[in-house]
T-cell receptor
Framework: DTAVSQTPKYLVTQMGNDKSIKCEQN?????MYWYKQDSKKFLKIMFS???????INETVPNRFSPKSPDKAHLNLHINSLELGDSAVYFC??????????????FGPGTRLTVL | QKEVEQDPGPLSVPEGAIVSLNCTYS??????FMWYRQYSRKGPELLMY????GNKEDGRFTAQVDKSSKYISLFIRDSQPSDSATYLC???????????FGQGTRLTINP
């Protein structure tokens, strides 16, 4: 039974397009995250939400807008896609926010390629 | 300079060897240290977590933290081909709401 799922798994699109990535967790966690992993494998946090409320917003361009319809879902919408947005985007969840000891569970990733 | 530095490798060793993976960091406020394992085309999964300085052992894996040197290590004993993956260190400080990750070291264990 998948704990953190993301759709789509692969996304290839043209520059300037708008796209969305969906994430769902069935762990009953209160906190969800979006990370970006670039081609050099650097994993950087973008956003985190706790009970649908934005907690972390790391200097991410305004073109990226997370939306949390409920605490089990955190979607990522990207406007006006640029070449530099090509990366693997991971969704993650944890029980609480602000507890470094709380394990984060990652989804399988969405590989975004902007042409 | 990045907050967390990790040699990206690749590192290739024969099966059965002892593997040593390391990270250095600059933020002395970090107190929580994790190692994540990421298989190809998969999301990272937590392998081990350590608080402050000291050692922690879990089966074939040992995590060490030396806060005085701002240096952490992960040792893998009797390495297996199934250990082939990218290993990412991650760290955080008390009250922080985010993890800071190293670049990850790609490890291959050759049968």
């Amino acid at each position: 039974d998948t704990a953190v799922s993301q759709t789509p798994k692969y996304l290839v699109t043209q520059m300037g397009n708008d796209k969305s990535i969906k994430c769902e967790q069935n762990l009953g966690h209160d906190t969800m995250y979006w990370y970006k992993q670039d081609s050099k494998k650097f994993l950087k946090i973008m956003f985190s939400y706790n009970n649908k409320e934005l907690i972390i917003n790391e200097t991410v361009p305004n073109r990226f807008s997370p939306k949390s319809p409920d605490k089990a879902h955190l979607n990522l919408h990207i406007n006006s896609l640029e070449l530099g947005d090509s990366a693997v985007y991971f969704c993650a969840s944890s029980q609480e926010v602000g507890l470094p000891t709380d394990t984060q569970y990652f989804g399988p990733g969405t590989r975004l390629t902007v042409l | 300079q990045k907050e967390v530095e990790q040699d990206p490798g690749p590192l290739s060793v024969p099966e059965g060897a002892i593997v040593s993976l390391n990270c250095t960091y600059s933020n002395s406020a970090f107190q929580y240290f994790m190692w994540y394992r990421q298989y190809s085309r998969k999301g990272p999964e937590l392998l081990m977590y350590t608080y402050s300085s000291g050692n922690k052992e879990d089966g074939r894996f040992t995590a060490q933290v030396d806060k005085s040197s701002k240096y952490i290590s992960l040792f893998i004993r009797d390495s297996q081909p199934s250990d082939s993956a990218t290993y990412l260190c991650a760290m955080s400080n008390q009250g922080a709401q985010k993890l800071v990750f190293g670049q990850g070291t790609r490890l291959t264990i050759n049968p």
